[in-house]
Structures are given as C-alpha cells and as structure tokens.
C-alpha cells in the first residue's frame, strides 16, 4: 500500500530488495516467518561515537597524500567526512548508508602511516566496527524486519489468491493442500486408507 511504500522510501528502502524474501515466503508457505515489532532505535550515541571517531582517525593520518595515494582506511575516513558535510549524521536513513560504508572489511598500507603504524589504526577500525557499527545496523535491521516482512507478506497473499482466481496450482500447493487436505477431512483419510496399505517414501528429506 501507499503508507507501507512511503516508509521504506523514507528509510531508503526499494521495494525490488526484498524480491528475494518474496520470492522464499512464496515457495515455503509452511515456514512461519518471525515478525516481532520493535522499537525504532535511538542512533544519536552512535553518530556521535562515529563522529569522534572519523576525527580521531584523521588526525592520525598524513597531512598530505602520500606518495603511493590514500589507502582504502584513509580513503573510507576521508569519504565520511565528505558524508558528514553532506548531512549524513543528521538523517537516521542516511546514517545507516554511512554505516554501511564502514561495514566491511578496511585494510590498510603499513608505509602510509606517519610513523609506520597503519596495523594499529586498522586494529582501531575493527574495534569500533565491534563496538558500534554492527550493533547499529542490527538494531535498525530488527527494526525494520517486521514492516517489510509484513509488505511481503500482502504479495505473499495476493499471489495465492491471483492463483485461486484463475485455477492455477504451483508445486507447493500440491504439497500444502494435500496435506491440509488430509489432515481435515476424515472422509478422504478414510478413502485412502481403504486403497493404500504401504507408502513408500522417497527423497523424503526433499519434501
């Protein structure tokens, strides 16, 4: 719906990310999917955490490129306060891209470093990604968890009921309905039991 597709536009959210989770709700209808709403976080301890820690990091880099250029820690500290200039520590959607940026795996060239201490710094990135990048972006991924999932859900539906309007069965509606099939009406068990005496079940661990 309108409401639902403005939020995730507010939090920078397209609607073709979450093709993939369609896509598993679709084949595995029997697996309930967790939705617990939660609390939007408060980020404001963690922009100032990263803020003082850019800064901090800056200032133990060289004044000047060094000759064989920036390394990638340098060029990420130097892309964030490039970031930060742009608003991105006021907007909790931009934020999370910055976090984003921060993210992953930042190396550094030993030799860039004033004073040859690049492992150090690149030591003081791990931490922090620990202590406050990872942290935030689960808080705002639980956040964010139950809305989308309920947006995909309502495709979820709406494809069963495209299916039933028009007589088509995928593959997991053989199972499911057969099953449900089974399982609530005595008169067909009572059917089968008459024909079947043995079963014979094969590559159950597929089904």
Known sequence: NDKIIG????????????????LTLVRYPDVEAAREELPKPDLKKAKEETKEFIHSMRKKMPVDEPAGGWDNLQKTVRKCLRLFSLGYLEEDRLFIQLLKILNRKITVTQNRWPTKDGKDREEEMKKFQERIVVPALRAWGEYLHKPLMDFAMDGVRYYDTWRRERSMLNFQ????????LLKENAEVRAYFKKRITYLL???????
């Open 173 to 180: 509606d053989l199972l499911m309905r057969t099953a449900k």
């Open 201 to 207: 079940v094969d590559e159950f661990q597929d089904t």
């Open 7 to 22: 939020w995730m536009r507010d939090n920078g959210i397209s609607p073709d990310s979450l093709n993939n989770i369609y």
